[in-house]
């Protein structure tokens, strides 16, 4: 079993960046790939990046490419998510999951561990 918790959420104005890090309990991290959500409030689950086992292969969802980047240490069991030039639009909570299969990153239902989330907050 995994337990996650999201950290370095905030309140940061529009163009700015933020780094995200989950980090992880248990000592089968490496056999998980991670992924991030994110899901706005009256909305449903959008997918914002993947990373594999051994952090080869990343995946990002289309409102990510370009601005955000994925990766992880698994000598420190975390996973990061790196946000440049934030946008209102973003704002959202984000959260951390697990999954152990190595097909389909890119649907919350193949995660699963969840960490509770943090919020982001993108000023205008």
């Known amino acids: 079993q995994v337990q996650l918790a999201e950290s370095g959420g905030g309140l940061v104005q529009a163009g700015g960046s933020l780094r995200l890090s989950c980090a992880a309990s248990?000592?089968?991290?490496?056999?998980?790939?991670l992924g991030w959500f994110r899901q706005a409030l009256g909305k449903e689950h959008e997918f914002i990046a993947a990373i594999s086992r051994s952090g080869g292969n990343v995946y990002y969802g289309d409102s990510a490419k370009g601005r955000f980047s994925i990766s992880r240490d698994n000598a420190k069991n975390t996973v990061y998510l790196q946000m440049n030039s934030l946008k209102p639009e973003d704002t959202a909570v984000y959260y951390c999951?697990?999954?152990?299969?190595?097909?389909?990153?890119?649907?919350?239902?193949?995660?699963?561990?969840w960490g509770q989330g943090t919020q982001v907050t993108v000023s205008s």
């Open positions: 999951a697990a999954k152990a299969g190595s097909l389909d990153y890119y649907s919350p239902m193949e995660y699963n561990y």
């Open positions: 248990g000592r089968t991290f490496s056999s998980y790939a």
